[in-house]
């Protein structure tokens, strides 16, 4: 399972991070997962050249921080990865909490 966890304070995106493996087929030919992974480094990109962010990447994980007041990129991302949950309920799980 994917899980990719949003923190939320007011209305303010503050992070995100992302774990997990979908599962869903063999490495390699899983698309739940490159969809994931796809997403998840255009994100850190826009992060990287758009706002006040910080971001690690690690094994099996990304995290990104708001340190601004700005959250375009992450709600983009937020976005994206709930279309994703609605047709992989199986394999990805997105929750949004609040700090």
């Known amino acids: 399972m994917i899980y ?6 007011g209305d303010t995106l503050t992070g995100l991070t992302v774990k997990g493996h979908s599962g869903s087929a063999v490495h390699g ?3 739940v997962c490159a ?3 796809g ?5 850190c990109n826009a992060c990287d050249q758009l706002g006040s ?3 690690e990447v690690a094994d099996n994980l990304i ?6 007041e ?14 994703v949950e609605e047709t992989n ?4 799980k997105v929750e949004i909490s609040e700090v």
């Open 53 to 55: 962010y910080d971001i």
């Open 35 to 37: 969809a994931v992974s």
């Open 4 to 9: 990719a966890r949003f923190r939320e304070h």
């Open 70 to 83: 700005d959250d375009t990129v992450l709600r983009v991302g937020l976005l994206q990865l709930q279309t």
């Open 29 to 31: 030919e899983d698309l």
């Open 63 to 68: 995290r990104i921080e708001n340190l601004g």
């Open 89 to 92: 309920r199986r394999y990805v």
């Open 39 to 43: 997403i998840m480094f255009g994100l």
